[in-house]
Structure formats: structure tokens, C-alpha cells
């Protein structure tokens, strides 16, 4: 099976950067995703890492190690807009569903 | 732009009332989710669907069945409803290609069961 762990809040502050972690067990591996969800809305897709090393998508980058079963989401310049939840996910390598991390809640402060 | 709709925001229902939760996708994916939310528990599986009439069980499927007839919809029938399916409900869609790791997901519909 897949579990994923990270922290359940992380608080910064206007203009500051932000890592948030994400570490997982799967007996398979096809990448790690990242979605991002603000309060009463949907998940929407950020980033996605299927090898080693860093994607870079704007003010958002994305780092993966497989070697360490570990990746992160950078969060650069941060805006109030930011405030939301952050959920990494992997694919199941045996189907084609998806298991999601518990979710980092982020507080952007002015 | 990929567009996953559902059939409604918010939905109050009676114990023991059967319910129907709609969600259609525009853009041809051959793999379609059922998602509950909850507070502290995050997203968890219902059910998928990878193509029309085929579905598979997810992380928690007890008290649910799903119906995918055609490959755009993709239904979650709560057969008898109980105040513990009270949640957010949320429909995604995705590709089968490989090497691709997005979901596009609904608006989601708040369920209560009262």
C-alpha cells in the first residue's frame, strides 16, 4: 500500500518562501503530485515530479528524491493568496488511482 | 480547459434516503473518482472508474455503489444514506496516459444527512 506524511500547518509571512515536505511508503512509484485547495473549493493540480530533481513553475517549485522516499513544495514571494491547503499524492503504481498525503494547512501572515 | 461539473453544491437528505451524486467531465478521460472529505481525514478513495462500466473499489466503499454507463459521467448512489456520509463529496477526472500525475477535480457537493 501508499501512505504519505506531512505537517498539518505551517505559518510565514508576507513575501517569505515556504518548503512544505511530504515523505511517502509505496511499493511502487510513478511521481509525486502537488494540489493546492482553498477553503470551500476543489483541489487544483500544481506541479508534478516523476524523476529526480526540481520543476520550477513559477513562483511554485517542486523537488523529489526517491532515493529518500521525500519531496517538497517551495512556495517563493508568498501572497495572501497563498493561504490553502497543500496536498501531495502519488499514483498507485498498480491502477491508475491516486493516494493523497493528510494535507498542509498554510497560513500566509501580512 | 478542463471542466469537471457536478450535479449540486449542497444537498440535504433523510436517513435512509437514496442519493444520487452526479459528475461529468468534458474532456474524454478515461479515469473518473468519487472522493469524500473530511476534516483531519483529507481525501479519501470511494471508488474509480478507468473506463465505461468498469469500476473499482476504493479505500472506503461501504454504503456506496457508483454507475458509469457513459465515458463523460460517473454517478455515486448512497443506497440508504446515514448521518455518518455527512461530508464533502468530490468528483475528479484524469487521463490514462502515463507519466502524467493530474487529477481536474469538481466543485464537490456538501452532502448532510440529518
Known amino acids: 500500500g501508499q501512505s504519505l506524511e506531512q505537517p498539518s500547518e505551517v505559518t510565514a509571512v508576507e513575501g517569505a518562501i515556504v518548503q512544505i515536505n511530504c515523505t511517502y511508503q509505496?511499493?511502487?512509484?510513478?511521481?509525486l503530485s502537488w494540489y493546492q485547495q482553498h477553503d470551500g473549493g476543489a483541489p487544483t493540480f500544481l506541479s508534478y515530479n516523476g524523476l529526480d530533481g526540481l520543476e520550477e513553475t513559477g513562483r511554485f517549485s517542486s523537488f523529489l528524491s526517491r532515493s529518500d522516499s521525500y519531496g517538497y513544495l517551495l512556495l517563493q514571494e508568498l501572497q495572501m493568496k497563498d493561504s490553502a491547503s497543500y496536498f501531495c499524492?502519488?499514483?498507485?503504481?498498480?491502477?491508475?488511482?491516486?493516494?493523497f498525503g493528510p494535507g498542509t494547512r498554510l497560513s500566509v501572515l501580512p | 480547459d478542463v471542466k469537471v461539473t457536478q450535479s449540486s453544491r449542497y444537498l440535504v437528505k433523510r436517513t435512509g434516503e437514496k442519493v444520487f451524486l452526479e459528475c461529468v467531465q468534458d474532456?474524454?478521460?478515461?479515469?473518473m473518482f468519487w472522493y469524500r472529505q473530511d476534516p483531519g481525514l483529507g481525501l479519501r478513495l470511494i471508488y474509480f472508474s478507468y473506463d465505461v462500466k468498469m469500476k473499482e473499489k476504493g479505500d472506503i466503499p461501504e454504503g456506496y455503489s457508483v454507475s458509469r454507463e457513459k465515458k463523460e459521467r460517473f454517478s455515486l448512489i448512497l443506497e440508504s444514506a446515514s448521518t455518518n456520509q455527512t461530508s464533502m463529496y468530490l468528483c475528479?477526472?484524469?487521463?490514462?496516459?502515463?507519466?502524467?500525475?493530474?487529477?481536474?477535480f469538481g466543485p464537490g457537493t456538501r452532502l448532510t444527512v440529518t
Open positions: 475528479a477526472s484524469s487521463p490514462k496516459r502515463e507519466g502524467l500525475g493530474e487529477q481536474y
Open positions: 509505496t511499493s511502487g512509484f510513478y511521481g
Open positions: 499524492a502519488v499514483r498507485d503504481p498498480y491502477g491508475q488511482n491516486f493516494v
Open positions: 474532456m474524454d478521460h478515461e479515469n
